[in-house]
T-cell receptor, first 114, second 117 residues
C-alpha cells in the first residue's frame, strides 16, 4: 500500500532564506508526482508535476526533484517571501498508472516571516 | 484563472438535512472528476470517482448512500451529503484534469466548507 510522508510538518523561516521541503513515498512504481500549495481554507493550487521519467521540474523560484529509486522528492523554494506562507502538499497517483486518484502526504505548513 | 469551480464555498446546515455541492469544469469537458474530503489538520483523502453517464466509484469506507454523486453532464458533478451529521463537517474538494484523460496536472476547486450543527 502506497504511503506518502512529508517532513517537516511545519517550518518557519525568515524572509529571503532558501528552503527545502521533503516528500517520501513507499512504493517507487509511481507514474508521476505532483506538488500543490494550499492556503488556509482554500483549495489546492498545482505547482509542479514531475513525470516518472524526469529528474526535476522548475517554475520560477520553485524547483522540484524526483528520485524514484529512493522514493523521495524535494521542493526547493529560493529566496522565500511572506507570500509563500502556505501548506505544501505532495501527491502521487494511486497504483502504477495515471489514474487521477491521488494519495497525499500530510503536508508541510510553511511560515515565512518578514 | 480557476479551471475548476465549486459552489458553495461554505455551508452551514442542521443535523438531518441534506446538502448539495457542485463542481464544474470551466471551458473543458471532464468525463471524470474526483471528490476528496479534508478534516482539520489532516490531508486530503479520496472519497469517490465521479464518472459522466455512469455510477460513481467509491473508496473503501465511504458510504455511497450517504454521499450521493451525480455526473449528469461533461462539465458538472454534484456531491450530496444526505442526512448530514456533525461528524460530516469537513472540507470537500473536487478535482479534474485538463483535458480529461490526458497526462496533465490535476486541478482542484476551491473547496466547500461544510459545518453541520
Amino acid at each position: 500500500k502506497q504511503e506518502v510522508t512529508q517532513i517537516p510538518a511545519a517550518l518557519s523561516v525568515p524572509e529571503g532564506e532558501n528552503l527545502v521541503l521533503n516528500c517520501s513515498f513507499t512504493d517507487s512504481a509511481i507514474y508521476n508526482l505532483q506538488w500543490f500549495r494550499q492556503d488556509p481554507g482554500k483549495g489546492l493550487t498545482s505547482l509542479l508535476l514531475i513525470q516518472s521519467s524526469q529528474r526535476e521540474q522548475t517554475s520560477g523560484r520553485l524547483n522540484a526533484s524526483l528520485d524514484k529509486s529512493s522514493g523521495r522528492s524535494t521542493l526547493y523554494i529560493a529566496a522565500s517571501q511572506p507570500g509563500d506562507s502556505a501548506t505544501y502538499l505532495c501527491a502521487v497517483p494511486h497504483g502504477s498508472g495515471n489514474t487521477g486518484k491521488l494519495i497525499f502526504g500530510q503536508g508541510t505548513t510553511l511560515q515565512v516571516k518578514p | 484563472g480557476a479551471v475548476v469551480s465549486q459552489h458553495p464555498s461554505w455551508v452551514i446546515c442542521k443535523s438531518g438535512t441534506s446538502v448539495k455541492i457542485e463542481c464544474r469544469s470551466l471551458d473543458f469537458q471532464a468525463t471524470t472528476m474526483f471528490w476528496y474530503r479534508q478534516f482539520p489538520k489532516q490531508s486530503l483523502m479520496l472519497m469517490a470517482t465521479s464518472n459522466e453517464g455512469s455510477k460513481a466509484t467509491y473508496e473503501q469506507g465511504v458510504e455511497k448512500d450517504k454521499f450521493l454523486i451525480n455526473h449528469a453532464s461533461l462539465t458538472l458533478s454534484t456531491l450530496t451529503v444526505t442526512s448530514a451529521h456533525p461528524e460530516d463537517s469537513s472540507f470537500y474538494i473536487c478535482s479534474a484534469r485538463i483535458p480529461s484523460g490526458s497526462n496533465s496536472p490535476l486541478h482542484f476547486g476551491n473547496g466547500t466548507r461544510l459545518t453541520v450543527t
